[in-house]
C-alpha cells in the first residue's frame, strides 16, 4: 500500500509541480533555518558537566547591602571573609575557593621566552569536583592547601610548550619568580561553557587557562583575581596595602560546593542565612541576610552565558517554521482540494476514509522525507557556514552530527505531516456521488 | 468616482472570501505573524547596526594599538624609562606618524583602571559623574586624530606619573564635547576645574568627540577624558600608535622587530600584542554583526516564503474560479476588472494580516524588551512593515491575477 501511495504522491507532484516545489523548498528552508540555529543553541546551553551540574552549588553572601549592589542581586563573588568562613566551616561533602589570574611563566628551558600565561588559584576539591582528567600526575591534597604550597597543575598544552609533551611531573617552572613543582598534567580539558570562573572579565567561551596553583600560596603571593568589585574606589587592588585589600569588602572569590541530597541543600542554605544574621548581629552587615545558593543550570541562566545571537535566532527560526507551517497548510489545502474528482472516484470504487486519510498522510509524509533531504544540504551548508553568522568563539562550537541531521528529517516529515491534517480531513469529507456527478 | 466603483467591488469580494473562510484565514494569520516577526526582526538590524557603525571618531584607519606586558620585577621609575625610550623608539620608525603610552584604547573593553568619577565640588556627597579615561601626553590628540575645537593641547611640562598604587592628580585634562556639556550645560566647561578621586584639575581643552573604551552605553562610551600622565603599571602598558598610511603591514612588523630589540624588559606577544584599529573594532563588534546578519537573513526568508505562500494560494483560487471568471468576462468585464478583483482581495486579506500582526508586532517587542533590553520599537516600524507587505501581496498576486484576466469568455459555456 506504501509504494502504491508514493507512487501516486509522485504523480499527483508531477501534474502540479509548481505547487510541489512551493512546498518542499519552503520547508527545507524552514527546517534548516530552525536547525542551523538548534545547532548553535545546543553548542551554547550544553551542560558542561552532564549527571552531576545539579549538585554543584555555587553560594553568594551580599556584603555590600542594598545601595551598592544590584537590583538587590548579591555581587556574582564572595569577600575573601566570606570565602574564608566558608571554608572553615567545611558545612559541604566537598567544597573549592577559587579565582581566575595570570602569572609570567619561565622554565629552565632556555628556548621558550617567558610568556604570560592565565589559570586560576583553587584549593584541592577542585579537580575531583569538576571531574578534571590527568595524563600525568595528579591534583595536590587538603595537607598542600593548608602547607601553602609551591605545586602546580598545569594544561598538556602548557607542558608541550615547556617540557616537549613529556611526564614533567617533579620538574620545576618559574610562577612569576617563585618555584613551583609540577604536581600534575591535565588531558585535554575545556568545558563548554567555562562555568566555573566566568565573570566580568572571563567569557563563557574563552578557553580556559594552563595553569592551577593552591588557593592559599597564591593570596600569600597577593595575586589578585582579574575581577574584582569594590563598593568605592578606596578599597580597590593596591598591592602596598594588600593586607587591607583582602579583609576589605572588595568581592572576587568564587566558591562552589557539592551538595548531594536536597537536604545538604536545605541545610546549607540555613547554614548561610545563620552566617548572615550573624553578620548582622556583629554590625558587619545592616541588611538583612541576603544569601543565594544556586547550582551549576541555575547559575549558568542567571550569569546568562548563551550569547544573545544564539537564543534571538533559535526564537527567530522557530517562528521563521511556523510561518512556513501556516504556508503549507495553504498549498497543502490547494493541492488536495484539486484532486478532489479523483478522491470521489476512489471512495467510489470503494476505497474507505481510513484509506483517503492513509494516502494523502503518506503523501505528506513523502513530501515531508524530500523536504528534509533539501533541509539537511541547507543544514549542513549553514553549519560550514557558521563562521560567517556567528561569533567566531561560538562558530567553532557548531558542528553537524548524525543526530541534527536525524533530527532535520524528523523535524521536516513531523512538520509536513502536522501542516497536512487539516487538508487530509478535508479531502476525507469529499462526497464521491456529488464530485462524479457534476462533471 | 474610481473610488466608488473600487468601493462597489468589495462586496462581491467580501462575499466570495465568505466561502474560503479557512483558506482566507490561512493567509491572513501568516501575514500577521510575518509582520509581527519581520519588524521585530528588522528593528533589531536596525539598532544593532546603528551601534556597531558609531565611530570611535578616532583615525582609525591608520591607529594600530600595542599591548605590551613587563616582566616582573621592576619597578616605576625602570618601567618609566622603559615607556620613554619605547616611544621615542616607535616614533622613529619609518612610517609611523606618532604614538603615547596609556592604560586603555578605543572599544579595548572593560578594565578597573579605565573608569574615574568627576564631582564639580570637592566635598560633593553625591557620586561623580561615571566617565572613562585614557591616560595620555602631549602626542595622544595627534596620534589619536581626533580635534581639538576648544582650549589647548597639554604641554610636555604638564605630563605626570600615575599608576595603580599610586595618586593621580594632574592639574589638566581635556575632556570631550559631550562630557563637557554633561558637566556644565551651560556651555562654560573651559576653564572649569572638577575634582579627580585625588584632587582637583583644570579643563584646558574640549575635543570634538572620541569614543572611550567601551561599546555598551550610547552615553558614557561619549564621557572621556584625557588625563596627562604616564601609567606605570608594572603589569603592562598599551602604546597606540598612528601611521602616515593605511598600508599598516611594514610598520607594524617594524615597530614589533623595533620594540623586540629591547626585548629583556618586556613580554609581547608577536600574534596576539599588536591589533589594528580595524581588527579591534571587528572584534568588539562581533555578536552585534552576528545578530544583525542573522536577523536580516530570516526576515528576508520570511518575507520571501510569505510571497511564495499567497503566489501559490492564489494561482489555486485563479483555477477554481475558472468558470465565474468566464461568466464576468462574457457579461462584459474587461481584462482590467478581473486584475482589479484579485487584486483588490489581495489588499484585502492583507490588510486584514497587518491588523492583526501590527498587534502581535507590538506584544512581541514588549516581551522582547524585557529579554533582550531592546528600546521599544517606534510606530514606524510597523507601519514600514505594513507598507512592505501590501507591496509584497501585490507583486505575488500579480502573476495569478494576470493568469486569471487571460481567462477566455468562452470558458463560461464550456464543460471541462
Known sequence: MWGYYVVLAWRSSARSKALTALVIVLLGFGVSACMVSYAVFRATTSDPLPGKSSRLYVPLIDNVGPSYNYLGEPNDTLSYIDAMALWRAHKASRQTLLYPTQWQVESDNPSVPAMTETGDAVTADFFSMFDLPFRFGSGWTANDDAQHATVAVISQHLNEALFGGKNSVGQEIRLDGQLFRIGGVLEDWNPRPRFFDVGDDVRPFDDVGDIYIPFTRATDMKKDSTFSTCPTDSQAFDESKWDAYLHSECDRIVAWVELATPADVDRYREYLRHYAVEQQRLGRFSWPPNIRLRNLPDWLAYMQVTPRASSLSMLVSASFLLIVLVNVVGLMLARFMRRAPEIGVRRALGASRAAIYRQFLIEAVTMGFVGGLLGVALTLLGVWGAGGLFEPDIARLVHADTSLIALTVLLAIAATVVSALYPTWRAAQTQPAWQIKIN | ?416
Open chain 2, 1 to 416: 468616482m474610481a473610488l466608488g466603483k473600487a468601493f462597489m467591488q468589495l462586496r462581491p469580494i467580501v462575499a466570495a472570501l465568505g466561502r474560503h473562510k479557512v483558506a482566507t484565514a490561512l493567509i491572513v494569520l501568516q501575514v500577521a505573524l510575518t509582520l509581527a516577526v519581520a519588524s521585530n526582526a528588522l528593528f533589531i538590524v536596525a539598532t544593532r547596526i546603528v551601534h556597531l557603525s558609531r565611530p570611535t571618531s578616532t583615525d582609525e584607519a591608520h591607529l594600530f594599538v600595542v599591548r605590551n606586558g613587563w616582566k616582573l620585577g621592576q619597578n616605576a621609575a625602570q618601567i618609566d624609562a622603559n615607556i620613554r625610550a619605547d616611544l621615542e623608539t616607535l616614533r622613529h620608525v619609518a612610517g609611523v606618524r606618532d604614538a603615547f603610552s596609556s592604560q586603555g584604547f578605543p572599544l579595548g573593553g572593560f578594565k578597573d583602571d579605565i573608569i574615574l568619577r568627576l564631582k564639580l565640588k570637592p566635598d560633593q556627597k553625591a557620586h561623580g559623574q561615571l566617565v572613562t579615561y585614557f591616560a595620555s601626553d602631549e602626542h595622544a590628540i595627534d596620534t589619536l586624530g581626533v580635534s581639538l575645537v576648544a582650549g589647548r593641547n597639554f604641554r610636555p611640562d604638564e605630563i605626570t606619573a600615575s599608576g595603580p598604587n599610586s595618586k593621580m592628580s594632574p592639574a589638566s585634562i581635556i575632556v570631550t564635547r559631550s562630557l563637557a556639556d554633561q558637566l556644565f550645560p551651560d556651555g562654560s566647561a573651559l576653564g572649569k576645574t572638577v575634582y579627580l578621586p585625588d584632587g582637583p584639575a583644570a579643563i584646558i581643552g574640549i575635543l570634538s568627540s572620541l569614543q572611550g573604551p567601551l561599546k555598551q552605553s550610547e552615553r558614557l562610551d561619549r564621557y572621556t577624558v584625557l588625563v596627562p600622565t604616564h601609567y606605570l603599571d608594572p603589569a603592562g602598558v598599551v602604546y597606540l600608535v598612528r601611521t602616515d598610511s593605511t598600508a599598516m603591514k611594514p610598520v607594524i612588523a617594524a615597530a614589533l622587530k623595533a620594540l623586540q630589540e629591547r626585548g629583556g624588559v618586556r613580554i609581547l606577544d608577536p600574534r596576539k600584542g599588536i591589533v589594528s584599529m580595524a581588527q579591534v573594532r571587528e572584534s568588539a563588534y562581533a555578536e552585534d554583526r552576528s545578530v544583525a546578519l542573522l536577523m536580516s537573513i530570516l526576515s528576508g526568508l520570511l518575507l520571501l516564503a510569505t510571497a511564495g505562500g499567497i503566489v501559490g494560494l492564489s494561482s489555486f483560487w485563479v483555477s477554481q474560479r475558472r468558470k465565474q471568471i468566464g461568466i464576468r468576462r462574457s457579461l462584459g468585464a474587461t481584462t482590467g476588472d478581473i486584475l482589479g478583483y484579485f487584486h483588490a482581495e489581495n489588499f484585502l486579506i492583507v490588510s486584514g494580516g497587518i491588523a492583526l500582526g501590527a498587534l502581535l508586532a507590538f506584544v512581541a517587542n514588549l516581551s522582547l524588551m524585557h529579554v533582550y533590553e531592546l528600546p521599544r520599537m517606534p510606530l514606524y516600524v510597523p507601519v514600514l512593515g505594513a507598507l512592505l507587505l501590501w507591496a509584497l501581496g501585490q507583486l505575488a498576486v500579480w502573476g495569478p491575477a494576470r493568469y486569471a484576466a487571460k481567462v477566455p469568455p468562452v470558458v463560461a459555456i464550456r464543460t471541462e
